[in-house]
């Protein structure tokens, strides 16, 4: 279905472009170009994604709060430079915040990004996104997500994002750059709606792209991580995500076709395991113990099962070579390799 798109009436260049765009393009459709708030609630049922620039006096958070809970995305659009304007947008919790020097096709990749999921279209062919994810405690998401790739990367193509807001770890991990990152890649996927293979690190048969790390600038928003998974998904037979704790990645976890939940093979570790589980949404986890120590895997494996209500699909044992591997950037130890492989196999 085409995305149908509110714009608010500026006179800045950004909104008679995206107009003109709209009306050569069958990409999206606008339907109302709103003087007023009200002309906008009063068409509710039409609409999908408003379009508002910051410079309007009555596009305030609480405005913008109004539209959300109306079910509408939001994209505001500041003038270039205008930082306290963007603020007031991000305030209000627009999904996207754009400055109006932007380009009107990547302001059509912004729309795109935003509109709800129901109305995007189907990509064709699209490969599987698998998630791996634990409680907080350094389970060991990374070595997982990482040797379950590497893995599956000999039978098809694979990609591997690291896509742990919180704490990206992946490019220290295998000692690559810390650019190009997944800003980058988010960047280029607005811009053409497809991925950049500059923005896309090898390592052996792997492709990766790393966490982005950039204290200074604004945090990557849910669209923008979820425009580069479809993105990858539409080119690879499958995606494999290095999602972090539970909370920092929920909307992509929730959105993922499989999960792995790392669990720490220590008591806190269950504990940990059986809050998340109890409040789990999305798909159904395969739960994979890391760490175990020798002799204690069917107490642990019992522990797991009864405190969770999963049965792990891979007991993974504490092995000194696999701290070893990862101190000296390498790729995980084979029998680390091995043990992950088996979840795939049982999931």
């Known amino acids: 279905m085409t995305i149908r798109v509110a714009t608010v009436l500026s006179a800045r260049d950004w ?5 003109a765009h709209a009306r050569d393009t069958a990409l999206l459709r606008v339907v109302l170009r709103a003087y007023q708030p009200s002309d906008i609630e009063a068409r509710a049922n039409e609409i999908d994604v408003v379009v508002a620039g910051g410079e ?3 596009v305030t958070p609480r405005q913008i709060t109004t539209w959300r809970r109306l079910g509408f995305s939001v994209i505001g659009v500041y003038p270039h430079g205008d930082t306290p304007s963007a603020q007031l947008l991000e305030r209000g919790g ?3 915040v754009v400055p109006d020097s932007i380009d009107v096709a990547a302001l059509v990749q912004a729309i ?3 509109a709800p999921r129901s109305i995007q279209p189907v990509v064709q062919d699209r490969g599987t996104v698998t998630a791996v994810t634990g409680p907080k405690g350094a389970p060991g998401c990374t070595e997982v997500a990482l040797a379950y790739a590497s893995t599956r990367a000999r039978h098809a193509s694979v990609i591997l994002i690291d896509a742990d807001l919180d704490a990206p770890a992946l490019a220290v991990r295998l000692g690559l750059s810390a650019r190009p990152d997944l ?4 960047d280029a996927v607005r811009a053409t709606g497809t991925l950049d293979d500059q923005t896309i690190h090898r390592v052996g048969s792997l492709r990766l792209i790393t966490g982005s790390h950039r204290p200074n600038e604004a945090p990557l928003r849910d669209q923008m991580i979820s425009g580069v998974i479809e993105a990858a998904a539409a080119r690879f037979d499958e995606v494999v995500l290095d999602a972090g704790t539970v909370g920092s990645g929920t909307t992509i976890v929730e959105e993922a076709d499989a999960v792995f939940l790392v669990v720490d ?3 806190v570790g269950v504990v940990r395991a059986a809050q998340v589980t109890s409040q789990w949404t999305g798909p159904q986890p395969s739960l994979i113990l890391n760490r175990v120590s020798r002799g204690a895997a069917a107490q642990v494996v019992d522990a797991a099962r009864r405190w969770t209500g999963l049965d792990p699909v891979a007991v993974v044992p504490e092995r000194r070579q696999v701290r070893r591997a990862a101190t ?5 130890d084979k029998r680390f390799i091995r043990a992950v492989a088996s979840a795939g196999a049982r999931r």
Do not use: H, K, Q
């Open 265 to 267: 093979a220590s008591a």
């Open 183 to 186: 800003t980058d890649a988010a």
């Open 112 to 114: 795109r990004f935003v």
């Open 94 to 96: 627009a999904n996207e």
């Open 328 to 332: 000296e950037a390498r790729m995980p």
């Open 56 to 58: 309007i006096s009555w």
């Open 15 to 19: 909104e008679p472009g995206l107009v």
